[in-house]
């Protein structure tokens, strides 16, 4: 009788881990080690050893292994982890035996919410990749901070047990939050009216409550979360947006929900795309798609996007047009009602304004056209309704700064004019910098009329 295979422990290292994720797939399609073995022609004894981290295993075998076992590239993204980690070790080979490190043991900090966020530094990165990757091996974040601000009885104590319905009203919470957010920006009225129904939504994790009710009631919690931590990105309040979000990560992984886990990901790439460290960015984003298959074509299609804007943003043309190449694919594959509710927003417009600007910064680099970025973002702005004036002026401000550049002021201005009119009413510190942006490139031509008269109501917007 054949003897029950080694346990893999995969929080040893980042090697581990992918060993025991190509175990995974491979059980996942019914394989035998030899089977997969005669695909990239080893004995059934390596791909053994390879599982166990007792073979050395290099970038090109990985990527055969991927594609043997039909990964989607998961595991060559994955890859990605094991050589950083590679090469941390090796540059911190030299520390004296006596010097604490700081890989193992992070500082800690405490942030307005409540929740334990780590420091980040170099030798913290492969840690908290890794942390995210594991449903259930975030660090435990005690969901009893800001209980004792709640009073014990009248109208705003926490129940006794949570009831099925105060797990609606969570999720109603937060579908409100989201649509004011969309309308009106993160600095606005979602910013203000959030923590009261953050800190009453937390007790509820320190409450009695059935059994079944618990991955339900960790979605609605991190649901709520990290609507709110997407909302502070918007704002700029990036410390409070790494706190929600990670907390919003953390109730995923108890509540075994990988949708949740995916939208979580996806605004913490975002969020470090968009502060200037893409490379953080695209490992959100790849960690993300690890377990591609358990996700739907819309979540996959939007961290591809992710990793699309990562890609332009580190100047990687080809990388960023295959990542836009990959999420097209998979979102033609999309079909209506296989989502969670908060996935509605991902429609026709959304994905061609993501890429869309993903496409914005390839076409800015030398050698590059603009009619990819232009096609995407003019789809984007028609496409999006009413309920989406943030994301449809964004996609404006990118076109009008595009078509400024490209040498058409005339129509930048008309462009510019139109999303004026909506950033006007929205509190979106990321509109604001997208519409200095467009100050600038208006430089040149700032002596037209059309031009200075567009610079001068850029002034008065942004200075409101």
């Not at 090109?60 to 998961?74: C, F, H, R, T």
């Not at 989201?178 to 009225?189: F, H, Q, S």
């Not at 996609?395 to 078509?403: R, V």
């Amino acid at each position: 009788m054949a003897q029950k295979p080694k346990p893999l422990d995969e929080t040893a290292s980042a090697r581990a881990w992918w060993g025991k994720e190509l175990r995974n797939w491979r059980n996942a399609r019914r394989m035998s080690t030899r089977e997969v073995g005669a695909k990239v022609h080893l004995s059934a004894t390596m791909i053994e050893r390879i599982e166990k981290c007792e073979r050395e295993c290099d970038r090109a075998l990985a990527s055969l292994l991927d594609a043997a076992v039909e990964a989607g590239g998961a595991l060559t993204r994955l890859w990605r982890l094991v050589e950083l980690e590679a090469s941390d070790e090796a540059a911190h080979a030299d520390n004296d035996a006596g010097e604490a490190s700081q890989g193992a043991a992070e500082a800690w900090k405490e942030g307005m919410l409540g929740l334990n966020s780590p420091v980040p530094s170099e030798r913290s990165h492969f840690m908290e990749r890794r942390a995210f990757f594991s449903l259930g091996g975030v660090a435990a974040l005690a969901p009893t901070a800001f209980v004792d601000l709640l009073p014990s009885s009248g109208p705003n104590a926490l129940p006794k047990a949570v009831r099925p319905e105060d797990i609606r009203q969570v999720l109603a919470a937060a579908d409100t939050l989201a649509g004011w957010d969309n309308l009106y920006g993160g600095g606005g009225i979602v910013g203000s009216s959030s923590m009261g129904l953050f800190i009453w939504a937390k007790g509820l994790l320190a409450t009695k409550y059935p059994t079944d009710l618990k991955d339900d009631l960790y979605t609605a919690v991190g649901r709520l979360s990290v609507v709110m931590g997407a909302s502070a990105f918007d704002a700029y309040a990036h410390d409070d947006a790494t706190e929600l979000l990670g907390f919003g990560a953390w109730c995923a992984e108890q509540g075994n929900n990988w949708h949740l886990r995916a939208a979580a990901l996806n605004w913490r790439a975002r969020q470090e795309i968009w502060r200037g460290r893409p490379d953080e960015g695209l490992t959100y984003a790849e960690s993300g798609l690890l377990r591609a298959d358990r996700l739907t074509p819309r979540e996959q299609s939007m961290l591809h996007n992710a990793r699309a804007r990562a890609w332009a943003k580190m100047r990687n043309a080809d990388e960023a047009l295959a990542a836009i190449s990959q999420s097209d694919k998979v979102f033609g594959r999309a079909r209506d009602g296989e989502d969670v509710p908060w996935m509605a927003y991902y429609d026709d417009a959304q994905h061609h304004g993501d890429t869309g600007h993903a496409a914005f910064d390839i076409a800015l680099m030398r050698g590059q056209t603009p009619e990819l970025a232009i096609s995407r973002l003019e789809s984007a702005i028609e496409g999006h309704t009413d309920a989406y004036v943030r994301s449809r002026a964004l996609s404006g401000t990118k076109l009008a700064t595009l078509t400024m550049v490209m040498g058409d002021p005339q129509q930048a201005v008309a462009i510019a004019n139109r999303a004026l009119d909506e950033i006007g009413k929205l509190r979106s510190k990321r509109a604001v910098t997208d519409m200095e942006e467009l100050a600038s490139a208006s430089a040149r031509s700032a002596r037209r009329p059309d031009v200075a008269e567009l610079r001068s109501r850029i002034t008065l917007t942004v200075n409101a």
